[in-house]
């Protein structure tokens, strides 16, 4: 079976919509449909955003092992998933539900062409964390620079936090195991010098003796 993804909303990475959209295939089509439509998520100035989108959700459908390819086409979005889905000869087009005006009315048009009304597949998933919005290429390295500096500013607190003081307790044990370990010591010391003291008494004696 052969299965038509148009990729509409820049929510079709979800891991539940692709199970859906390519059970039971072995051969996948991904469309992207630059359209001229205000109300479109994909315009001409996002081409390059949507091309990574594109090459993204072709790894996860070749990690499901189908058979895949893509095709950026430009014009009106409901002709361009009519014409791909008749020339390619799809058996489905698997759509990912979007609650707007302009979805509904695609779907609607869609479903009005006799050749393909029987193919549509409506797919609805719950999007708790969309995984890209309608962004640019611009805005997305402004979003990854304002993470990094976030990223610095916890790393420099947890760094001053550890540069702090310790409590008025804990130094105060400190101090009190470094002055009994100093006491210890000095008292080692005395002890080993009091037992070479005896043992040259002892030699001296018996040296003595000996006389």
């Given at each position: 079976?052969?299965?038509?993804?148009?990729?509409l909303?820049?929510?079709?990475?979800?891991?539940?919509?692709?199970?859906?959209?390519?059970?039971?295939?072995n051969?996948?089509?991904?469309?992207?449909?630059?359209?001229t439509?205000?109300?479109?998520?994909?315009k001409?100035?996002?081409?390059?955003?949507?091309?990574?989108?594109?090459?993204?959700?072709?790894?996860?459908?070749?990690k499901?092992?189908?058979?895949?390819?893509?095709?950026?086409?430009?014009?009106?979005?409901?002709?361009?998933?009519?014409?791909t889905?008749?020339?390619?000869?799809?058996?489905?087009?698997?759509?990912?539900?979007?609650?707007?005006?302009?979805?509904?009315?695609?779907?609607?048009?869609?479903?009005?062409?006799?050749?393909?009304?029987?193919?549509?597949?409506?797919?609805?998933?719950?999007?708790?964390?969309?995984?890209?919005?309608?962004?640019?290429?611009?805005?997305?390295?402004?979003?990854?620079?304002?993470?990094?500096?976030?990223?610095?500013?916890?790393?420099?607190?947890?760094?001053?936090?550890?540069?702090?003081?310790?409590?008025?307790?804990?130094?105060?044990?400190?101090?009190?195991?470094?002055?009994?370990?100093?006491?210890?010591?000095?008292?080692?010391?005395?002890?080993?010098?009091?037992?070479?003291?005896?043992?040259?008494?002892?030699?001296?004696?018996?040296?003595?003796?000996?006389?």
């Amino acid at each position: 079976m052969k299965v038509l993804i148009p990729l509409l909303s820049r929510h079709e990475k979800n891991e539940e919509f692709l199970d859906k959209a390519v059970k039971g295939a072995n051969e996948v089509v991904l469309l992207i449909v630059i359209d001229t439509d205000e109300r479109s998520k994909l315009k001409a100035a996002d081409i390059s955003s949507a091309t990574h989108f594109l090459e993204e959700v072709k790894k996860l459908v070749g990690k499901k092992r189908k058979k895949c390819e893509d095709l950026t086409e430009w014009g009106e979005t409901r002709k361009k998933i009519r014409n791909t889905a008749i020339l390619n000869k799809v058996d489905k087009i698997s759509l990912l539900k979007q609650e707007n005006q302009w979805f509904e009315e695609i779907i609607k048009e869609l479903k009005e062409e006799k050749e393909i009304k029987n193919r549509i597949q409506v797919i609805e998933v719950d999007l708790d964390k969309p995984e890209v919005e309608n962004i640019t290429d611009f805005e997305q390295g402004k979003k990854t620079k304002e993470l990094s500096s976030e990223k610095k500013e916890i790393k420099t607190k947890k760094e001053k936090t550890s540069e702090q003081p310790k409590d008025k307790n804990e130094t105060q044990k400190t101090d009190y195991m470094k002055e009994t370990k100093r006491i210890a010591d000095k008292i080692l010391r005395q002890g080993f010098k009091s037992i070479d003291s005896i043992k040259k008494i002892r030699f001296s004696r018996n040296e003595k003796e000996k006389d």
